[in-house]
């Protein structure tokens, strides 16, 4: 909604008026000030619009999460570094059913700008060992897999990645 850069100037100046509210002798008003400072600064680092296109695709909705995606502009410059990464990481989820080597540069992309979250960069090395076994791309494919098999530490992608060998073998 905000440019990031306007986030951080109406947190400081809540944070200013927060600090003259206790100096007057107000500190309950002073806390809330402070509480709604910090969600200025956490939509600085997480954007509103990002994670309202999660919780999206977290329904299935496609074209919802489209839309959400659709209202940032100008990513490079309305985004954080990491917050470009899910960017495009989002866009890569979405188009991976129809277009997959559009797809491809998504996750690609999403990769060299960094996820902040180890499984979220497991989901997109297995999506594109998918999309590289799809092409035929067999070596490529299965560094992905074992790039993927290192981040998840949960196991969350382990079934996925039994399906993902099992072809494999098939090719």
Do not use: C
């Not at 109406?10 to 309950?28: P, R, S």
């Not at 570094?81 to 188009?95: E, S, T, V």
């Not at 990769?111 to 499984?119: F, P």
């Not at 497991?122 to 299965?142: C, D, S």
């Amino acid at each position: 909604m905000f440019n990031k850069n306007i986030k951080l100037v109406i947190a400081a100046a809540i944070v200013a008026w927060a600090i003259w509210q206790m100096v007057e002798g107000n500190i309950g008003n002073g806390i809330l000030l402070i509480l709604l400072a910090g969600i200025f600064v956490f939509l600085y680092f997480k954007n509103e619009m990002i994670l309202l296109a999660f919780l999206r695709l977290r329904k299935q909705d496609f074209p919802g999460a489209k839309k959400w995606l659709d209202k940032i502009k100008n990513p490079e410059a309305a985004l954080v570094k990491k917050q470009q990464g899910y960017f495009h990481y989002l866009h890569g989820l979405m188009i991976s059913q129809t277009n997959i080597t559009k797809a491809e540069k998504y996750f690609k992309k999403a990769i060299k700008l960094g996820l902040s979250m180890d499984q979220d960069l497991a989901m997109a090395k297995l999506n594109l060992a998918g999309i590289a076994m799809t092409k035929r791309r067999k070596r490529e494919a299965q560094l992905l897999m074992t790039e993927a098999k290192k981040l998840d530490k949960h196991g969350m992608l382990a079934e996925q990645l039994k399906m993902m060998k099992q072809q494999m073998k098939r090719i």
